[in-house]
């Protein structure tokens, strides 16, 4: 599932565009086609039509793991879930009936949402297992008011970053993951941060030092940093080319030596979720 980065990198797309896309800050919405009607989430697709079309896009912001254009009136969020991309195709062609259409995605017959700007500009939603979900609102806290902190928000200081932790007596893994704790990690960026702040996976957070909150919250900050150089990671969804993938020090590298120390890395389970760390370096601290 996109994370933090892929996110990012997807929002900066849609902003700036590419060499063979335009981007879409102060365009026109015109139309609005919604070719899969559980993608939408509210409000109901007749109010989307009536509402959407006539606005102009001001700008494009990330929270946690959603996307949120921001129209002189409403927000529009997506939440990209398992398998879902945005394309902006700058092609002329009706990409509802004209099967030469040349989207430029490889999963173009999985499109469930199209937004046509003006001049011909489409922005697409392509979400082959259908799980993605779509939004218009005005007021965005009103789907993304209960997340925790953003991991980059300079706001987030160590102290504070520690009394979260200690609050909890959950395990640091599936509390990390808990996007109203802290927004936009998930499997990925858990295990990378959690390699390079030599922790463990099934660490209780309460009992997580001033210290150990401080190597965490850089590591987190480092990934993540890392991650949006990279463009993401390309791993099991459809995405337009991240390469983090390359640089993993733990996730889905069972079998190979730890960077930090050369232990091979394990994989366990915890919280239901495929968890890859290393025995040696990454030990419970009571």
């Not at 209780?204 to 990934?223: D, F, G, M, Y």
């Not at 930090?260 to 419970?284: A, F, K």
Request: proline share 7%; charged share 20%; hydrophobic share 40%.
């Amino acid at each position: 599932m996109p994370e933090l980065p892929e996110v990012e990198t997807i929002a900066g797309y849609l902003r700036q565009g590419t060499a063979g896309s335009p981007g879409l800050i102060g365009r026109k919405a015109i139309k609005v086609h919604l070719l899969w009607s559980r993608s939408l989430e509210r409000p109901s697709e007749g109010e989307l039509q009536a509402r959407l079309p006539g606005q102009v896009l001001q700008s494009i912001t990330r929270r946690g793991k959603f996307l949120l254009l921001h129209f002189n009136l409403d927000t529009l969020l997506f939440h990209l879930r398992m398998s879902g991309d945005l394309v902006v195709d700058g092609n002329q062609a009706n990409l509802l009936t004209d099967p030469q259409s040349p989207i430029t995605h490889p999963q173009s017959s999985h499109i469930r949402f199209i937004l046509n700007f003006e001049d011909g500009i489409n922005l697409v939603f392509v979400d082959p297992r259908k799980f993605g979900r779509i939004w218009l609102v005005r007021d965005p806290g009103e789907v993304v008011g209960g997340l925790g902190p953003e991991p980059l928000d300079p706001d987030l200081t160590t102290g504070k970053f520690c009394q979260l932790l200690n609050a909890h007596r959950r395990l640091i893994k599936p509390l990390l993951l808990d996007q109203t704790f802290l927004a936009g990690l998930g499997n990925i960026y858990t295990d990378e941060s959690l390699n390079l702040a030599r922790l463990h996976p099934c660490q209780p957070a309460h009992l997580i030092s001033p210290a150990q909150a401080e190597v965490l919250l850089n590591a987190i900050r480092t990934i993540l940093r890392q991650a949006i150089n990279h463009r993401g990671a390309s791993i099991d969804w459809v995405y337009r080319g991240g390469n983090f993938q390359n640089h993993f020090r733990a996730y889905q590298r069972t079998g190979k030596p730890c960077l930090n120390c050369g232990s091979l890395i394990e994989r366990i389970v915890v919280g239901q979720r495929g968890t890859h760390y290393c025995p040696n370096c990454q030990v419970i601290v009571s």
